[in-house]
């Protein structure tokens, strides 16, 4: 009987500090998360190099006098390939593998390749197809002889070509063809969303840089039974689950995909649906690594995508996770936010004074009632049950006795 034992890829990471050394740094910690984004798609990081420049090598993405030493690192350490931390143009990949002869991947590669091994959803599955797609499309200019059916030389150039336009064409229809099954999604997911509207249930859209411990909330507050684990992207399928308050509001949590420096493109536009999630809900619950030095960079990074995703504008509350790691003592604040809790979702410390702020978060802006509605009020107080949070109804001789919380801009309801 043979055994098969399955090699581990290894890489040499290569990053671009830009403007001098004042920029190093950064560059050294974007490369250190890069190493974890390595590690969770399965390779394994065997060297590291930075070069600092005024701005990327249009051709290259690095010097002539980087890429030798790049040669000598690959030999000297026997690394299969490199991974650089921004994304490559279809031009610096290409003078790249022919300058390295290796495998050359960027940061945008990596982290799709991560999001396919983890998406478990046929949604989740249609969006990363549709963001390697849309990745991919662009880097089959320039691609001719590679695809070539019958090799180099005089008289190929054609098939060449012609095998490239039918990649290219076969690549948008496919991409037509997701955009019209994701269409479909949205319907249903809209559908959804207005049955929750219906409902007046709150919405609490958890939202936080990866690895910051969504799930783990998820799970605590819900008993929602989602993976979670020490690791970037290890959930990316969104999940939706009701939580009972103290005072006895029911609130619906939704989980959405993590969020990360150099978050390319291509997944926010693919997973856009998904992300604006947040933008529907009554609040956003934003989860911040403490324990993270680079946890203020980490904040920053998630107000900057919700406002890529054009929703910035919702009150939020922050959990500033992962308390039983924290040993410096640093108080972190959040200016952005309505209130600051700390937690720690792994032993449930500060998780009901978490609680006490979303309820009272929640409450702002809204006018407690308590009132009997005749039975000729009952178009009032249907609207009670559609905009406001209906604590008690009771039928009585005069009509119906309500004790509820309504939009300050319904007072018409009182």
């Known amino acids: 009987m043979y055994e098969t034992k399955q090699e581990t890829e290894t890489v040499i990471l290569v990053a671009v500090a830009e403007d001098g050394a004042d920029f190093a740094l950064s560059a050294e910690e974007s490369l250190a998360e890069l190493a974890e984004l390595v590690k969770t798609a399965g390779a394994q990081v065997v060297g590291t190099m930075v070069q600092n420049r005024e701005s990327v090598h249009p051709g290259t993405y690095i010097g002539k006098g980087k890429i030798e030493e790049l040669q000598e690192l690959l030999q000297a350490t026997g690394a299969s390939g490199i991974v650089t931390d921004d994304e490559l143009t279809p031009v610096q990949m290409k ?25 478990m959803t046929s949604e989740g599955k249609l969006q990363v197809e549709l963001a390697q797609l849309r990745y991919r499309s662009a880097r089959l200019i320039g691609m001719g002889r590679a695809m070539s059916r019958l090799g180099g030389g005089i008289g190929t150039r054609g098939p060449g070509e012609k095998k490239l336009e039918t990649d290219r064409r076969l690549i948008r229809n496919r991409i037509a063809q997701l955009n019209r099954e994701l269409a479909e999604v949205k319907k249903n997911r809209d559908v959804r969303r207005e049955a929750r509207t219906r409902s007046a249930i709150p919405v609490v859209a958890i939202v936080g840089y990866t690895n910051a411990g969504k799930s783990t909330l998820l799970n605590y507050l819900t008993d929602a039974d989602v993976l979670s684990k020490d690791a970037l992207f290890a959930t990316l399928d969104p999940t939706t689950r009701s939580c009972r308050m103290p005072d006895g509001q029911e609130v619906l949590f939704t989980d959405t995909v993590g969020f990360i420096r150099k978050l390319p493109h291509h997944l926010v536009d693919a997973f856009r649906s998904t992300l604006e999630e947040a933008g ?39 959990a500033m996770n992962k308390q039983d790691l924290v040993t410096d003592g640093a108080v972190h604040k959040d200016l952005a936010a309505e209130r600051v809790v700390k937690i720690s979702a792994k032993t449930g410390e500060g998780i009901p004074e978490l609680l006490a702020a979303i309820t009272e978060v929640l409450l ?21 049950r559609k905009y406001g949070r209906l604590l008690s ?19 018409d309801l009182m």
Do not use: W
């Open 393 to 411: 109804e009771e039928y009585v001789a005069d009509g119906v006795a309500v004790k509820a919380y309504i939009p300050a801009e319904r007072r």
């Open 364 to 384: 702002e802006g809204k006018i407690y009632i308590e009132r009997v509605y005749g039975y000729d009020e009952m178009s009032k107080l249907q609207g009670v």
């Open 280 to 318: 529907y809900s009554d609040l956003i619950l934003h989860v911040a690594d403490a324990s993270n030095p680079d946890v203020d960079v980490q904040m920053s990074v998630v107000y900057e995508t919700l406002r890529r995703l054009e929703i910035g504008n919702r009150k939020v509350v922050t």
């Open 95 to 119: 003078n790249l593998e022919n300058a390295l002869s290796c495998n050359v991947m960027d940061r945008t590669m990596v982290i799709l390749d991560i999001f396919a091994q983890h998406a």
